[in-house]
């Protein structure tokens, strides 16, 4: 007997329809806790349930869509009901979800909720805690997986916006049983070597269970406890993780934390040129400042027209010395009146005058004075000055009778 | 450890912005200024040139032989 060979459409086909003919596949319900939930812009919702062990995709179309109370998120316990069939494209069996009831929070969520509300009871999620980032990160410690998108991603954005910085990797796992003790142990070694004045701690996009590691108390705690300023870099937009509210900052994605850990070359070029202009403004304006305390100077009379110095100065000088002038002229005039008046008491007192009035004088033939009559009447001659001239005359006789010569 | 291209880019930056001030405060000399501005524009121009010739360093810490953790370098092609 010869094998059937089949195509690969024709066996999907026939496990489709194995599937379809099992009545209780036609109906299910399931319990089971939603992961990798995405909503499409079809209106499509894709989700996997899942228990402790195993994981079943379902998909809910958007016509059952519009009957969700709630809006599904990871980590949710639900009660799905549908019916299990096969996608051929895929080759994958699914739940065709028709309702979804939520049922309580997932296990998970529990302890997500629980660490969270302890923790930030205990003070690790306080803003005054929160640590300033560099403004210019010299080492950025990155501790993420060394493969994936994330790390090229960071990596990539921090060499565009800021090749000047040195990024150290520390190569972690990012998921599984050992993920949460790598992390937290590359934290503390991070501080304990002062490798570098910043570190993004994160991983790309993943399920609830993916990110746990993010969820871990060791984690949250060697984020608080780090001096190097951390950025929490987990998952998607809308994951949360204990590690966002530790860390001193939490980033949407990786890709978002590499660009909040630097400052962006294009900004810090612009910066340098309002720099530069800046600068050449304000010594433009100082210039200006100078030149017109210049111009003012240059306007002052002493530098405009130094002649004018010395024309004052002249003048001043004729003015003295009209002073001058004047003084002395006042002074002989003064003088010469003085002399006058003194000229006119001597001429006053002048002998001609006496003379004029009748007197003479006699003296001997030597010239000698005789003023008595016994002087005259011992001489044989006398000389007789009178006020136009003089007569000589001889002596006869005389007494010694004493005229009263009256006074002047 | 040696300085880092990034830490002369924040030292240079630092001092440009201490010459800004002093130049817009306008209290030191023309003079003075001149020299400022001067010493401005050199910083300018070596902020510009470290930016342009600066280039992503990128190392990887591991264990070593002996357990030592070790830096090597980290090659792009490991991320494809």
């Known amino acids: 007997m010869e094998q059937q060979i089949f195509t690969v459409t024709q066996l999907n086909n026939l496990i489709k329809a194995a599937f379809d ?3 209780a596949l036609q109906n299910v319900c399931v319990r089971g806790e939603i992961s990798n939930y995405k909503l499409y812009p079809s209106g499509h919702h894709y989700f996997s349930l899942k228990d402790g062990e195993g994981l079943l995709r379902c998909v809910m179309f958007k016509g059952n869509a519009f009957s969700l109370r709630f809006k599904p998120q990871n980590g949710m316990s639900v009660i799905a009901v549908g019916k299990v069939s096969v996608f051929p494209r895929d080759g994958a069996y699914q739940l065709y979800c028709s309702r979804l009831i939520p049922e309580g929070a997932g296990d998970l969520q529990a302890a997500f909720d629980q660490l969270k509300q302890r923790l930030f009871e205990e003070g690790l999620f306080d803003r005054a805690h929160k640590k300033p980032l560099p403004d210019y990160p010299h080492r950025i410690g990155v501790v993420t ?3 994936g998108a994330a790390v090229h991603d960071m990596l990539r954005i921090l060499g565009k916006r800021y090749p000047l910085a040195k990024v150290i990797l520390l190569p972690v796992r990012v998921q599984g049983e050992t993920a949460a003790g790598e992390i937290s142990r590359a934290i503390q070694y991070a501080n304990r070597e002062a490798l570098c004045d910043l570190l993004i701690v994160g991983r790309g996009g993943g399920s609830v269970e993916d990110l746990w590691a993010f969820n871990e108390e060791p984690v949250a705690r060697a984020i608080y406890a780090s001096r190097i300023p951390v950025i929490s870099a987990v998952g998607h ?6 590690s966002d509210f530790v860390a001193d900052l939490r980033a949407a994605t990786p890709s978002n934390a590499a660009e909040l850990a630097v400052p962006d070359q294009t900004e810090l070029r612009g910066r340098l040129a309002a720099v530069q202009k800046a600068m050449t403004a304000a010594l433009r304006r100082q210039a200006q400042l100078a030149r017109s305390r210049l111009d003012a ?3 002052c009379p002493a530098l405009r027209d130094p002649h004018s110095l010395i024309r004052e100065r002249r003048q001043t000088l004729d003015l003295s010395m009209n002073s001058l002038v004047n003084a002395e002229t006042n002074l002989v005039h003064a003088q010469r009146n003085r002399l006058t008046r003194l000229a006119a008491s001597l001429d006053a007192m002048s002998p001609l005058k006496v003379l004029m009035r009748g007197y003479a004088t006699v003296s001997d033939e030597s010239g000698q004075l005789i003023t008595s009559a016994g002087a005259a009447a011992a001489a044989e001659s006398l000389d007789v000055s009178f006020y ?3 007569v000589r005359v001889t002596v006869q006789g005389g007494s010694h009778a004493k005229n009263k010569i009256p006074k002047l | ?3 880092t291209k990034s830490q002369s880019f924040e030292a240079n930056m630092t001092r440009l912005e201490e010459i800004v001030h002093s130049l817009e405060d306008g209290s030191v000399p023309l003079e003075e200024a001149m020299k400022l501005f001067q010493e401005g524009t050199a910083l300018v121009g070596s902020c510009g040139k470290l930016l342009d010739e600066a280039e992503l360093q990128i190392v990887k810490l591991t264990a070593g032989p002996d357990g ?4 090597v370098p ?3 092609a490991e991320l494809n």
């Open chain 1, 21 to 23: 003919n099992v009545p």
């Open chain 1, 145 to 147: 997986s060394p493969a």
């Open chain 1, 237 to 242: 937009e809308p994951d949360v993780t204990i």
């Open chain 1, 297 to 299: 100077l240059r306007a």
């Open chain 1, 388 to 390: 136009d001239g003089t």
């Open chain 2, 1 to 3: 450890m040696p300085k």
């Open chain 2, 68 to 71: 030592s953790i070790q830096e």
């Open chain 2, 74 to 76: 980290f090659e792009n």
